[in-house]
């Protein structure tokens, strides 16, 4: 979906993990940082997902 942000995705999850903050939080915190950096394509993607109430509970909406 995002090709040419792959590393940088992985690489901030990685970061959110290693922090050790409870999963909805991680989750939370990448919605936030994914929305900054991947613009609307991932806005569009998690209203997608939110409509169908699949990432209602892991991307905090």
Known sequence: MFPES???IHAQWSA???AGAEESEQWTEFSRW???NLGE???EL???LLGGHEGADILGS
Request: aromatic share 6%.
């Open 16 to 18: 959110l993990q290693r």
């Open 34 to 36: 994914a929305e900054q």
């Open 41 to 43: 394509r991932f806005r």
């Open 6 to 8: 792959s590393q940088h």
């Open 46 to 48: 998690k209203d997608e």
